[in-house]
């Protein structure tokens, strides 16, 4: 059975890092690839970031302006977001989320993922 489960959010206060961590089972990355997807209230729930089979290849939104990193252990069955230089427009709940349907490279369009987590809830505050 495939599920997801996101863990690592916190309240931290502008300019601090947080790593969020997504633990997949029930298939191997070898095999998908993992987006993350934010949704702030209020807001619709955006793309984030995104890494491909095998961990290969990565994307990010350019709201993101350099201050993610996505990153994959195929190993562990873990994908990785490290966040730094946070700001409080970053506080949303964060979801990962897998496609079997993107095979070559990722994006961030939500009707490509098929199973999503349950959300961490990231808040930036002073």
């Known amino acids: 059975q495939l599920q997801l489960v996101e863990s690592g959010g916190g309240l931290v206060q502008p300019g601090e890092s947080l790593r969020l961590s997504c633990k997949v089972s029930?298939?191997?990355?070898?095999?998908?690839?993992i987006g993350w997807f934010r949704q702030a209230p209020g807001k619709e729930r955006e793309g984030v970031s995104c890494?491909?089979?095998?961990?290969?290849?990565?994307y990010y939104a350019d709201s993101i302006e350099g201050r993610f990193t996505i990153s994959g252990d195929n190993g562990k069955n873990m994908v990785y977001l490290q966040m730094d230089s946070l700001k409080p427009e970053d506080t949303a709940i964060y979801y990962c989320a897998v496609s079997t349907r993107l095979i070559f490279g990722c994006n961030l369009f939500i009707k490509n993922y098929e199973d999503w987590g349950q959300g961490t809830q990231v808040t930036v505050s002073s």
């Open positions: 029930g298939f191997a990355l070898d095999y998908v690839a």
């Open positions: 890494i491909s089979r095998s961990s290969e290849g990565n």
